[in-house]
Each structure stands twice: as structure tokens, then as C-alpha cells.
């Protein structure tokens, strides 16, 4: 059984920035691609960022150059860089493998980009 705790959220300007963390239990995390993936209010969750096994990244357009996700295999961790926060980032963020395992969702960190 694999959890994933997500943490690192909060609440943050327009323009600055949050780093969020996530942390796995599991023996396959290292072997593993992981994503990052956000759902705002009446909206469907979407991907936002993806990490292979050996650190190749991609990410959506919308959030391509302001986020960077990265991983720390020893740490069982991954995590998420944000910076130029836009209010449209505000939504829930997970971590999940990719693709993602349906029964894997935590709960989640809540971000907020408000004045």
C-alpha cells in the first residue's frame, strides 16, 4: 500500500511564491514517474507537472516556466517550486504516480493566491 502526504500550501500573493512537498511511503517510489496534479472549485483535476524515474519533466502550458518539480529519490519525495502566482493557481494540489493510481489520492494541500 502506498500513501502520499502532500503538504507546503497555504495562502500566498500574486506573485510570490510556495513550495509544496510530498512525501510517499512505499518501496516504489524511485522507480515511479510522479505528478503533481491541482482541482479548483468546479473544476476537473488536471495534471500540472510530471517527473520520470530518471528526473525528465514536463509540464502543462499554463503553468510552464513559473513551476519546477523535482525529486529527491533517497527522501522518497517530491516536490513542487512555484513562483509568479497567478489567482488562477488557487485549487487543491496532490501527488500521485503517472499515471495515476485512483485509490493513491491524498488529501491534498490547499493553495490560495489572493491580495
Known amino acids: 500500500q502506498v500513501q502520499f502526504v502532500e503538504s507546503g500550501g497555504g495562502l500566498a500573493q500574486p506573485g510570490g511564491s510556495l513550495r509544496l512537498s510530498c512525501t510517499a511511503s512505499?518501496?516504489?517510489?524511485?522507480?515511479?514517474?510522479m505528478g503533481w496534479f491541482r482541482q479548483a472549485p468546479g473544476k476537473q483535476r488536471e495534471l500540472v507537472a510530471g517527473?520520470?524515474?530518471?528526473?525528465?519533466?514536463h509540464y502543462v502550458v499554463s503553468v510552464r516556466g513559473r513551476f519546477t518539480i523535482s525529486r529527491d529519490n533517497a527522501k522518497n519525495t517530491v516536490y513542487l517550486q512555484m513562483d509568479s502566482l497567478k489567482p488562477e493557481d488557487t485549487a487543491v494540489y496532490y501527488c500521485?504516480?503517472?499515471?495515476?493510481?485512483?485509490?493513491?489520492w491524498g488529501q491534498g494541500t490547499q493553495v490560495t493566491v489572493s491580495s
Open positions: 500521485n504516480f503517472l499515471p495515476p493510481t485512483s485509490t493513491y
Open positions: 517527473i520520470s524515474s530518471v528526473g525528465d519533466t
Open positions: 512505499g518501496s516504489s517510489f524511485s522507480m515511479s514517474a
